[in-house]
């Protein structure tokens, strides 16, 4: 009965989309999967819809039949999100990229979801303007507001919940609906823009985004320092936050990231041991005076080695190499695969548990490099085993699995940016307790025949 209701949505979808909904095996194998080391599985047919109209009729024929729809962006998450469990048709978004507006004196812009940050910032160069939330991979805006992705910016800039202004959503039954307005602050109900921005998928579509948009800066200053400790990197940080000192990005990456980094990036050449990559912006006297102060509390804490990037191409080199810490981090075991996870605690409990999951990393006997966005208390943890070890694999997911509950002891979240999907749910219980059980309620009265996702951040089934 259930293939039969997927084939009738085919066809009915075919009716509407033509060649753009796909059955073709390698179209769904990379619909099938996203960049974590999750289980494949191939949903039915993948749908290229251009418009919200097409994504409202598309959805009014998944309820009819029943049919489970997975949005998609890019494939960049790392939770398993986007993984179609229960089939079904994965809604690629990636035609809908147009950026609609763009609003200089009021510092937002209004764009479809399959814009990336990258397309965005490209078209806002000559406007003196720029999108700030920089998770590292180019991922779509809708897949970003989807998952609430932050990055390397948020110390200073915020996360796509403070960034993203209103919302354009399909939901299950092909309703459209919006969400918020242009205006910078409401008290007109509830907050429904901020209920959809980390829903993963499981609520709706996001068919179009107004996000807030920040002027760019007249100096840029980046640099990297080491440590010996990696205590002393973390307290140095909560020192100048508690000083004020506004660090646009501060990213934390431990000594066997560096050694990782060095192998990856033979260029980097830094010593191997617990840095700090910082971006200083403002205009040229306070960047030197965020500098100088930040040099000062450095001290405090042994800080060597101070390597200064003021040109954008040296600049842009020390941040790609940043972004591409997941590769760095397997060059240190060749023919490696790796369980990812994060967490994220109070800024003042961040070197203790960094701390308590390097001893959990020592008595693992495990390879787990760590990376941070030391300024707002989030760490990850690039796990890595031997593909072709199930036992290896298994204690990997259990040093993940323990690594979320430290966070929790320190009075953390399981995940501060990679999100929910299936990887995090087994934890939702015990981090949200009563209030888990409201998020079902709230799925279920918006998609009460679980089409949407489902299998991801909460089952109501």
Not at 122 to 138: I, K, Q, S, Y
Not at 309 to 336: I, M, P, Q
Not at 391 to 403: T, Y
Request: glycine share 10%.
């Amino acid at each position: 009965m259930t293939e039969g209701k997927t084939a009738a949505a085919i066809s009915a979808l075919k009716d509407i989309l033509g060649d753009r909904l796909s059955t073709g095996e390698s179209i769904r194998e990379i619909h099938g999967r996203d960049e974590a080391y999750s289980t494949p599985a191939l949903p039915d047919a993948v749908a290229f819809p251009e418009s919200t109209e097409e994504v409202s009729e598309m959805m009014k024929i998944c309820s009819q039949y029943r049919v489970p729809v997975v949005p998609f962006g890019i494939g960049t998450s790392l939770e398993g999100h986007v993984i179609p469990i229960h089939g079904g048709i994965s809604v690629d978004t990636s035609r809908m990229n147009k950026v609609l507006d763009i609003h200089e004196s009021d510092l937002d812009a209004v764009v479809q979801p399959g814009v990336s940050r990258t397309q965005l910032n490209d078209e806002l160069r000559a406007t003196g303007l720029m999108f700030t939330v920089d998770p590292g991979a180019d991922a779509t805006l809708g897949g970003m507001a989807a998952t609430r992705a932050s990055g390397t910016n948020t110390v200073r800039y915020g996360t796509m919940r403070e960034n993203v202004l209103a919302l354009e959503v399909v939901l299950p039954d092909g309703t459209i609906i919006e969400t918020g307005s242009r205006a910078r602050k409401s008290s007109a109900g509830y907050d429904l823009t901020h209920f959809f921005v980390g829903s993963e998928g499981t609520l709706g579509i996001i068919t179009k985004l107004t996000v807030r948009l920040f002027g760019q800066p007249d100096a840029i200053l980046a640099a990297t320092c080491a440590y010996e400790t990696v205590d002393d990197a973390v307290n140095t940080v909560i020192m100048a936050i508690q000083m004020g000192i506004p660090m646009a990005r501060v990213e934390l990456l431990d000594e066997m990231q560096m050694k990782g980094m060095n192998i990856f990036n033979p260029e980097l050449n830094l010593p191997e041991k617990p840095h700090l990559f910082l971006e200083f912006h403002g205009s040229d006297a306070s960047v030197k005076e965020q500098v100088e102060l930040f040099a000062s509390v450095g001290e405090e804490f042994g800080v060597s080695g101070f390597q200064w990037a003021t040109k954008a191409e040296d600049r842009n080199r020390l941040w790609a190499a940043r972004h591409n810490a997941y590769y760095a981090g397997k060059s240190l075991r060749k023919g490696c695969e790796s369980v990812v996870t994060d967490c994220c605690v109070p800024i003042s409990a961040l070197a203790d548990c960094i701390a308590r999951t390097k001893e959990l990393i020592e008595e693992a006997g495990l390879i787990a490099p760590i990376v941070g966005h030391v300024g707002d208390g989030n760490f990850h943890l690039l796990i890595l085993f031997d593909p072709n070890d199930p036992d290896e694999f298994m204690c990997a997911k259990s040093l993940a699995s323990d690594v979320n509950r430290v966070a929790l002891s320190f009075g953390g979240t399981v995940t501060g940016e990679h999100g929910v999907g299936t990887g995090k749910k087994a934890y939702m219980v015990e981090e949200h307790g009563p209030a888990y059980a409201l998020m079902a309620t709230l799925k279920r009265a918006i998609d009460p025949e679980n089409i949407m996702n489902p299998g991801k951040v909460v089952d109501i089934n």
